[in-house]
T-cell receptor
Framework: RKEVEQDPGPFNVPEGATVAFNCTYS??????FFWYRQDCRKEPKLLMS???SGNEDGRFTAQLNRASQYISLLIRDSKLSDSATYLC????????????FGAGTTVTVRA | EAQVTQNPRYLITVTGKKLTVTCSQN?????MSWYRQDPGLGLRQIYY???????DKGDVPEGYKVSRKEKRNFPLILESPSPNQTSLYFC????????????FGEGSRLTVL
């Protein structure tokens, strides 16, 4: 079983729509969680960290559900520029620097 | 400008011909790492380095070597490339490895024929 699993999508949504997707992780000892964004043929970039209490950054909201071992990302009022692949990243064990990456969820926002 | 620079960005080579992909960062980061990205598999770590002269294997180190003689440079060496090493390679660095924030290079697309 993969350490981090994501629905590859693609999620095709119109501008202004809300889109949400999850990422599941297999190791219950996972400590830290992040969302990265990767534009087509570009390098990944950190979008946001995911805190236990959930967090919001503008139109982006991230949630963590430890009981069910998943994190989620919600994008409100989608813009064309939000079209990208979103990578779920999990740091497995505290004091272990290994980051495990999901294969990504592709979002396409259409005009 | 703070950045991670990889070269070459694109390379087509043949089986068995040794090659090196260079990686350099100008942010004085201690931690550096190499990943390969393949469709449907996500980023997989090849090697990482916590500091100068300290390197460790990641998840998929077979067929690769690295060195960290200087803080800013972390080259990836393929001594005898094979077609299964055809991939998109990313170098990344971080000030502290326990944060989740990695700064990636633009990627090197390698094709081994």
């Amino acid at each position: 079983r993969k350490e981090v699993e994501q629905d590859p999508g693609p999620f095709n949504v119109p501008e202004g729509a809300t889109v949400a997707f999850n990422c599941t992780y297999s190791n219950s000892a996972s400590q830290s969680f992040f969302w990265y964004r990767q534009d087509c043929r570009k390098e990944p970039k950190l979008l946001m960290s995911v805190y236990s209490s959930g967090n919001e950054d503008g139109r982006f909201t991230a949630q963590l559900n430890r009981a069910s071992q998943y994190i989620s990302l919600l994008i409100r009022d989608s813009k064309l520029s939000d079209s990208a692949t979103y990578l779920c990243v999990v740091r497995l064990i505290d004091n272990d620097y290994k980051l495990s990456f999901g294969a990504g969820t592709t979002v396409t926002v259409r005009a | 400008e703070a950045q991670v620079t990889q070269n070459p960005r694109y390379l087509i080579t043949v089986t068995g011909k040794k090659l090196t992909v260079t990686c350099s960062q100008n942010m004085n980061h201690e931690y550096m790492s190499w990943y390969r990205q393949d469709p449907g598999l996500g980023l997989r770590q090849i090697y990482y380095s916590m500091n100068v002269e300290v390197t460790d294997k990641g998840d998929v180190p077979e067929g690769y070597k690295v060195s960290r003689k200087e803080k800013r440079n972390f080259p990836l060496i393929l001594e005898s490339p094979s077609p299964n090493q055809t991939s998109l390679y990313f170098c990344a660095s971080s000030l502290r490895p326990d944060t989740g924030e990695l700064f990636f290079g633009e990627g090197s697309r390698l094709t081994v024929l």
